[in-house]
């Protein structure tokens, strides 16, 4: 396992890939159509890195990846970062205004597509004025027309010599950001989150220690690299803790039960509906999940029911669960491995060494334990701000230091933090405050729910009331007059839905979770 010591500290991620090679040397470090050991990945990064030179790219050039999970997606992000480049991922389900939106606002240099993928050849939805913006488009994958595909782009670095290399990287200090993820975070519209080498790094460092990453430990990746989650929680603590790198192109719960059998994954990141969906799979039971060792969750309600099926029907020996957001790593608080399923189920952990977790009401008074507010986080994991927003940054961290979340939460007698919800998701029934994700825990405890979101849609007498999507668990059956039948006689009548609408699938973002935004948009019909 890569720490620290008296000779050595985490820098840069240049300087971490280095220092893997060293230590993991022809271990496997990815398998994906191809496997590369720790040497030879080190040899592409630094490749890569040469044709970022070659290509003109300056020290602090923002480059964007919007491409799908695959070997050629992480070297090229390492080979960037270590030309003292910014990583810009973008996601694939962007399309073409989208791109030129990102590229303008984040000042993006040169763009690095995948091909053909889900059906389009993804550089045809750029426009005009968007390529003209852009030094260069590589084609991770068969390019057509004029466009270059990856192989040329990197051999273009050959000429490019190992000292010209080891000069620029000699640049790149701690304090300079690696990567920027847009997110439309606390405050309205997308904003790109300003991350460093040494903080991304140290985060990364201590979140793996928590939940327990070992050396050999397969990890299939199914979060999108970018996402914060995927990128740094799959991807770099990969390369952190000697694991082997598995990526995974498209979410499909059948495929990724195949995989586990076959291949033997050992750890799976991801958040609740990854989950939800391979014990959903009516076939489960034909696959071998022996190999599985731990499962990593969050970002979303994680119900007790889920926690104890995760461990006896996919075999799961361990199973954390955390909360974090993109403005801090995409990190927050953590179990750890060794927690009381309890406090795994119910509760998000504790902060790491160095980062200070604290409830705070409306005035901006801390609040004791038990007592819901405002999340706050301060510390080394937060960003280092909003680019191009001092505006926005100042509404999300206060003058003392004070990221606000927007999250509701509170501490419990141990000193484990418990979310609530998020802010904008609470609505009000007559006068009382509901939190969606308590309302699903409690509905997830019903037999035949597989799956459930909640949301406020308008009702005359109340201002809002609860309306409950609910995909059912296979070979059960319920009609949504039995569930809010259930509803009212296992929890209090203001949390109770009015509405439930059974449904085969909810509509989940490419991280697996449920698009609530979506629903939105449908209720006003429906009310």
């Given at each position: 396992m890569i720490a620290e010591d008296a000779n050595w500290k985490f820098t840069t991620i240049p300087n971490l890939c280095a220092r893997a090679a060293e230590v993991y040397g022809d271990r496997p470090a990815i398998e994906d159509g191809i496997t590369l050991n720790y040497v030879e990945l080190d040899?592409?990064?630094?490749?890569?890195?040469?044709?970022?030179?070659?290509?003109?790219?300056?020290?602090?050039?923002?480059?964007?990846?919007?491409?799908?999970?695959t070997w050629k997606w992480f070297a090229t992000a390492l080979g960037l970062v270590s030309a003292g480049a910014v990583l810009i991922p973008a996601s694939t389900r962007f399309k073409g205004a989208e791109i030129?939106?990102?590229?303008?606002?984040?000042?993006?240099?040169?763009?690095?597509?995948?091909?053909?993928?889900?059906?389009?050849?993804?550089?045809?939805?750029?426009?005009?004025?968007?390529?003209?913006?852009?030094?260069?488009?590589?084609?991770?994958?068969?390019?057509?027309?004029?466009?270059?595909?990856?192989?040329?782009?990197?051999?273009?670095?050959?000429?490019?010599?190992?000292?010209?290399?080891?000069?620029?990287?000699?640049?790149?200090?701690?304090?300079?950001?690696?990567?920027?993820?847009?997110?439309?975070?606390?405050?309205?519209?997308?904003?790109?989150?300003?991350?460093?080498?040494?903080?991304?790094?140290?985060?990364?460092?201590?979140?793996?220690?928590?939940?327990?990453?070992?050396?050999?430990?397969?990890?299939?990746?199914?979060?999108?690299?970018?996402h914060a989650f995927g990128y740094r929680s799959g991807a770099i603590v990969s390369m952190m803790r000697g694991a082997v790198l598995m990526p995974h192109l498209t979410y499909d719960a059948g495929e990724?039960?195949?995989?586990?059998?076959?291949?033997?994954?050992?750890?799976?990141?991801?958040?609740?509906?990854?989950?939800?969906?391979?014990?959903?799979?009516?076939?489960?039971?034909?696959?071998?999940?022996?190999?599985?060792?731990?499962?990593?969750?969050?970002?979303?309600?994680?119900?007790?029911?889920?926690?104890?099926?995760?461990?006896?029907?996919?075999?799961?020996a361990g199973v954390v669960n955390g909360y974090g957001l993109t403005e801090c790593g995409g990190y927050g608080t953590m179990c750890l491995a060794t927690d009381p399923d309890e406090v795994i189920a119910n509760t998000a952990g504790k902060a790491a060494a160095g980062v200070e977790v604290r409830i705070m009401d409306d005035d901006r008074n801390f609040l004791p334990d038990g007592q819901p507010g405002e999340v706050v986080i301060r510390g080394y994991i937060v960003m280092k701000g909003y680019f191009n927003d001092p505006e926005s940054t100042a509404k999300t961290i206060d003058s003392e230091g004070w990221l606000h979340t927007g999250d509701v939460g509170y501490f419990d007698a141990d000193g484990n933090l418990r979310i609530e919800d998020r802010l904008k998701d609470m609505y009000i029934t007559g006068g009382f405050n509901c939190y969606p994700a308590e309302i699903e825990r409690m509905l997830s405890t019903h037999p035949a729910i597989g799956i459930v979101a909640v949301i406020g849609v308008p009702e005359e007498r109340l201002g809002e009331v609860g309306k409950a999507y609910v995909v059912l668990r296979p070979g059960t059956a319920a009609t949504e007059k039995e569930i809010i039948?259930?509803?009212?006689?296992?929890?209090a009548n203001y949390k109770c839905p009015r509405f439930v609408e059974i449904r085969s699938s909810l509509p989940t973002s490419p991280q697996g979770k449920v698009l609530k935004n979506l629903l939105r948009d449908e209720a006003p019909q429906d009310a």
């Open positions: 040899a592409v990064r630094r490749r890569v890195a040469k044709a970022m030179i070659a290509a003109g790219v300056q020290r602090g050039d923002r480059i964007m990846i919007w491409a799908p999970n030129a939106e990102l590229v303008k606002r984040s000042g993006t240099s040169m763009l690095f597509s995948v091909g053909e993928f889900l059906g389009a050849y993804y550089p045809d939805q750029l426009k005009a004025e968007t390529r003209e913006i852009l030094r260069q488009v590589v084609v991770i994958g068969e390019p057509r027309g004029g466009d270059l595909d990856w192989d040329s782009f990197v051999a273009r670095g050959d000429s490019i010599s190992d000292a010209e290399l080891a000069e620029r990287e000699a640049t790149v200090g701690p304090d300079d950001l690696c990567d920027m993820l847009f997110t439309s975070g606390t405050t309205g519209y997308p904003k790109g989150v300003m991350y460093g080498h040494q903080q991304c790094l140290k985060a990364i460092d201590a979140w793996a220690t928590r939940v327990g990453i070992r050396e050999h430990d397969r990890i299939l990746v199914i979060p999108p690299f970018f990724i039960l195949k995989r586990v059998s076959e291949e033997k994954i050992s750890v799976i990141p991801g958040p609740p509906a990854i989950f939800h969906g391979m014990l959903q799979h009516p076939e489960l039971a034909k696959f071998d999940t022996s190999s599985l060792r731990l499962g990593v969750t969050g970002g979303a309600v994680v119900p007790s029911i889920l926690i104890r099926r995760m461990r006896e029907e996919l075999g799961f039948d259930w509803s009212r006689a296992n929890m």
